[in-house]
């Protein structure tokens, strides 16, 4: 699809999503229900959003700006102990490589997330469909605007499946109110595979996390999956965050091991930590380390990050990066526009 297909396109999408809001606020008179961030309230059981990201990247092998993220949201209540989330989000809509004098369109979107949630009580819930994998911290803030910098650390893009197509038991402990868990599992390929990052058609784990003091908390997970090319691996993960004022400093860290068919075990291990300074509600100040030692690939990587994060509101961002990698080539600025709407 060419960008001047996909303005039409983009524009009749939009102008369903206005129609909806004029039948919603028709339905319930004046009212207005509409929250920046938490999407428009149609009723009880519907509500609608979505969210936005522009990026641009400059380094010597990148110049380029990108409609990284356009997505769709419907979520809502149809009963007091069932609620669900659809999302439907394309990935990478129009890219302009100056570099290379080119641009690239991508606006079918794909089921990023389809789920419901039933809720027995405090200690026993269930969600089934597709649902982001309950690990750590930085895997539960898949969009944009939610995270700390544009940019991902490779930890969380390249050793766990970040979706999981299965049901997930999940709640706090009856002899513990503060030990959350989660058993999750898989047992066939994803809903839609368009943007998942590991391909999978098994996936099982386990996840405990504690708020062990007002400021510290801690977690753990283990877990066992089987990609699509019969590469079987088990995982072992670990994460902190310390929380000491104005300072915020987080840890991740994960150590696979791999089994290709007729190939030797391999090992990959990779980690991340992170201090954040909120110099006042609306500008913070990021520093990062990530690390990856790759044996299957035999890719060894660091990365130094260091950012800065204006929100003029919570779901307005604003984040530039610079990002220093040991292989000097792949250097570069970040920068990114995103709205939660």
């Not at 197509?165 to 898989?186: I, V």
Request: charge should be negative; aromatic fraction near 14%.
């Amino acid at each position: 699809m060419t960008l001047r297909q996909m303005i039409p396109a983009f524009m009749r999408l939009t102008a369903l999503f206005a129609v909806l809001l004029c039948l919603g606020n028709t339905a319930r008179g004046a009212e207005d229900d509409y929250q920046l961030g938490l999407g428009y309230r149609l009723n009880d059981q519907i509500t609608l959003g979505g969210y936005f990201s522009f990026e641009y990247a400059r380094g010597d092998n990148v110049d380029e700006i990108v409609l990284d993220d356009l997505a769709l949201l419907a979520y809502g209540n149809l009963s007091p102990r069932f609620s669900y989330l659809v999302e439907l989000e394309s990935v990478g809509v129009y890219k302009k490589d100056f570099e290379a004098g080119t641009s690239d369109t991508n606006f079918p979107p794909a089921v990023e997330r389809f789920y419901g949630d039933y809720k027995f009580s405090e200690s026993a819930n269930v969600r089934f469909g597709k649902f982001i994998t309950p690990i750590g911290y930085w895997n539960l803030q898949p969009i944009n605007v939610l995270r700390d910098t544009s940019s991902n650390p490779r930890y969380s893009r390249e050793t766990f499946p970040k979706f999981v197509t299965g049901a997930d038991l999940y709640g706090y402990t009856p002899f513990d109110s503060d030990l959350e868990y989660h058993m999750f599992g898989q047992v066939s390929q994803d809903i839609d595979d368009s943007y998942v990052n590991i391909q999978v058609d098994e996936h099982f784990g386990l996840v405990l996390s504690k708020q062990l003091t007002p400021a510290w908390h801690a977690g753990l997970s283990v877990g066992r999956y089987q990609q699509t090319d019969d590469t079987r691996a088990s995982y072992f993960q670990v994460n902190s965050r310390l929380d000491l004022g104005s300072w915020r400093f987080s840890f991740e860290g994960i150590e696979d091991r791999l089994d290709r068919p007729n190939q030797r075990r391999e090992n990959k291990r990779a980690m991340y930590l992170q201090a954040e300074k909120r110099l006042n509600s609306q500008h913070s100040l990021i520093a990062r380390y990530d690390y990856l030692d790759d044996g299957l690939n035999d890719d060894n990587e660091e990365v130094g990050v260091l950012g800065y994060s204006y929100r003029p509101v919570f779901p307005v961002s604003l984040k530039a990066e610079y990002q220093w990698h040991s292989d000097s080539r792949f250097n570069q600025l970040l920068t990114s526009i995103s709205v939660l709407f």
